[in-house]
């Protein structure tokens, strides 16, 4: 599949809705942190994946553009976490979105695990649930 930027910021927001919105709801409590871990932070993470997305995929779709095949290997996108990780919680500490302090700890677990699960639902269930989607160029709808 040579996926499109329309594609994949559908997938990316479809993903986040199904996938990382419960997650998040059911690993917070788990998290480890002195004060205890808050929904706000780790919806906000999550909100700012969506929002700042948008902007990595255009990144993303432009960077692609120079391969011979427009896409990427699967390994890379489980990789492109780590900045994307980073680039949220630098904004989340910085005061993007007012959610207070963060613990770093409880943030890496939370987004690392999240991202691991959208990766691996794009990468297995995404392609047998909608088998359309492939073809599409990652297009949901």
């Given amino acids: 599949m040579t996926p499109t930027y329309l594609g994949r910021v559908q997938t990316r927001l479809f993903l986040l809705l199904?996938?990382?919105?419960?997650?998040?709801?059911?690993?917070?409590?788990?998290?480890?942190?002195?004060?205890?871990?808050?929904?706000?932070?780790?919806?906000?993470?999550?909100?700012?994946?969506?929002?700042?997305?948008?902007?990595?995929?255009?990144?993303?779709?432009?960077?692609?553009?120079?391969?011979?095949?427009?896409?990427?290997?699967?390994?890379?996108?489980?990789?492109?976490?780590?900045?994307?990780?980073?680039?949220?919680?630098?904004?989340?500490?910085?005061?993007f979105l007012a959610v207070g302090p963060i613990n770093t700890t409880a943030f890496v677990i939370h987004f690392a695990t999240v991202w691991t699960l959208l990766w691996l639902t794009a990468n297995g269930p995404m392609r047998v649930v909608f088998i359309r989607w492939r073809f599409r160029g990652g297009r949901l709808v």
């Fill in 18 to 95: 199904v996938v990382a919105v419960p997650w998040t709801a059911l690993i917070v409590p788990l998290l480890p942190g002195p004060t205890g871990p808050t929904y706000r932070v780790a919806y906000a993470a999550v909100f700012c994946v969506g929002l700042f997305g948008i902007a990595w995929e255009a990144l993303y779709h432009g960077l692609q553009q120079f391969r011979w095949d427009k896409d990427w290997p699967i390994l890379l996108g489980l990789l492109v976490g780590i900045n994307e990780g980073i680039a949220v919680y630098l904004a989340l500490d910085a005061g």
